[in-house]
């Protein structure tokens, strides 16, 4: 890998743990920005960086969890249907991610079809952000589209967190139930991606001092952008996420057409 500096490892947790959990897409803005400012990191960097995002998310729904995990031991009923719901989720995902994987990871190297798809979640999320369906309740056929929005979401540019909560929406399913549910199925599938790809590409390639660095401010930032995007979803401004893709979108494919 070549070598980034201390500042530059800096910028990449930023926009790593900002856009992870917004609905923007984390990936396509690292791929745009390494392509923009011309770093290069392996994918393994970007991996090891999500960890601090997911230690974020962690830590924000811990009661959540707490509650869950106690449910499940307790062998409540709700509990088990909602660990239910979040591994049909997980075969969705897994189903998309295993059958286009080649394909999602040839996308990595075209900054401006990655602008093209940024595009294309901001429409997704201005349609999402329109669904007038009334508060219904999660199914096993509803999480298995969420599932597969996810596993779509492999794409750079396609934001995970919008996929996953815009189909909630048009669905039906509340806005802060939307945005809990894709956030815990978030942690099984992205932590079993990131083994993977280290598997595929050993982290011992990735300087130790940018990339401890890159993974504290991802952190920081991962853990602003949750509580952000959940007063958003309260305040019913989640047709802001879908203005900023199109505008960012537009505004990176002009950027990149020639890069």
């Known amino acids: 890998m070549s070598e980034i500096s201390i500042l530059e490892a800096i910028l990449l947790g930023i926009v790593q743990g900002f856009t992870e959990w917004l609905p923007i897409s984390s990936s396509g803005h690292l791929v745009l920005i390494q392509s923009l400012l011309g770093i290069s990191v392996p994918a393994a960097f970007d991996i090891v960086i999500m960890v601090g995002t997911i230690i974020a998310l962690i830590i924000y729904f811990r009661q959540t969890l707490i509650s869950l995990a106690q449910g499940i031991y307790a062998r409540d009923r709700i509990a088990l249907r909602y660990c239910f719901f979040i591994i049909i989720a997980g075969i969705g995902t897994a189903l998309i991610g295993f059958f286009g994987k080649t394909f999602f990871k040839g996308l990595f190297y075209q900054p401006f079809l990655v602008s093209c798809l940024l595009i294309v979640t901001g429409i997704f999320l201005f349609i999402a952000s329109k669904a007038k369906s009334p508060a219904g309740e999660m199914t096993a056929k509803k999480s298995f589209i969420i599932g597969i929005a996810q596993g779509i979401a492999v794409a750079p540019g396609i934001s995970r967190s919008g ?3 815009g189909a909630a929406l048009l669905l039906g399913i509340k806005a802060e139930d939307a945005a809990v549910f894709s956030f815990l199925i978030g942690i099984p599938a992205m932590t079993i991606a990131s083994f993977v790809t280290l598997l595929e590409e050993p982290a011992v390639t990735v300087t130790a001092l940018p990339l401890a660095v890159a993974t504290v401010t991802a952190f920081i930032t991962g853990y602003a952008s949750i509580e952000l ?14 203005y900023y893709c199109i505008g960012a979108g537009l505004l990176f494919a002009v950027l990149t057409y020639h890069v």
């Open 163 to 165: 996929s996953t909560i």
């Open 229 to 242: 995007l959940m007063r958003l979803l309260k305040e019913n401004r989640f047709i802001l996420f879908a």
